[in-house]
């Protein structure tokens, strides 16, 4: 059975090349123009991932995703966006976006990007057995504080383990810097946050060799971490 996109896009030009070339690749695709109309269409269709753009008339793109999170907690959504400011990014993961693409993009990009969703929703949630949790390539032995490759095993700081169980426990949202800092130091002082950023350095090489997990640092506000 074919992946069923809910596409909602205004500028008819591209969401007909759009269209076309997803269809051309062997998804469905329904398409809607109007903000206004597209949460009621999302609701008879039951699509299985979501790309909206966000500059839509009558109903903007984080509205509707907002009303089909309340529908459905599950359906990954991607946000189409021509605008580049960090806050816009960011109120689309707290709404509950799973992605984001700026304008202009290729088809590739948004083919990937479905894909890699859709994969990570039908492998569910890590798994998390006892105290050992996979994370992608790796076991992450928690009270031991040792990441694993298969190959060798990597010891963890204290913090670096907290901090690691605190990203992924948090995984896919965003998560405050000073929250990290007055949960794993007890305050936000500068010494404190210049050492969340070496600790967040070390992380990203030790999990270097696993391209589908990345730390992704929210400007001004604090960090996600994805698991693809």
């Not at 597209?38 to 995703?65: E, H, Q, S, W, Y």
């Not at 948090?170 to 070496?198: A, T």
Request: proline letters at 3%; aromatic letters at 10%; glycine letters at 8%.
């Amino acid at each position: 059975m074919a992946v069923k996109v809910f596409y909602v896009e205004d500028e008819l030009f591209l969401g007909k090349i759009v269209k076309e070339s997803l269809e051309s690749r062997g998804f469905e695709v329904v398409m809607e123009g109007d903000g206004g109309k597209a949460t009621d269409l999302f609701r008879k269709t039951n699509p299985d991932i979501c790309v909206l753009d966000i500059m839509l008339p009558n109903k903007d793109g984080f509205t509707i995703a907002d009303e089909i999170r309340e529908l459905n907690e599950e359906v990954p959504i991607i946000f189409l966006t021509a605008k580049n400011q960090t806050e816009d990014v960011v109120k689309g993961f707290t709404i509950g976006g799973n992605d984001y693409i700026r304008k202009p993009f290729s088809m590739e990009e948004l083919i990937v990007r479905i894909q890699n969703l859709l994969r990570h929703r039908s492998e569910g949630p890590q798994k998390i057995s006892g105290d050992n949790i996979t994370i992608g390539r790796y076991n992450f032995q928690i009270h031991r504080q040792v990441l694993s490759t298969g190959k060798e095993d990597r010891k963890l700081s204290f913090r670096e383990s907290e901090l690691l169980k605190l990203l992924y426990e948090n995984r896919e949202k965003i998560i405050d810097r000073k929250d990290i800092l007055n949960l794993l130091w007890g305050n936000d002082s500068f010494f404190n946050s210049r050492n969340l950023d070496v600790y967040i350095t070390k992380l990203r090489s030790y999990l270097k060799e696993d391209p589908s997990l990345e730390i992704i640092t929210i400007k001004g506000i604090g960090y996600r971490f994805v698991v693809a």
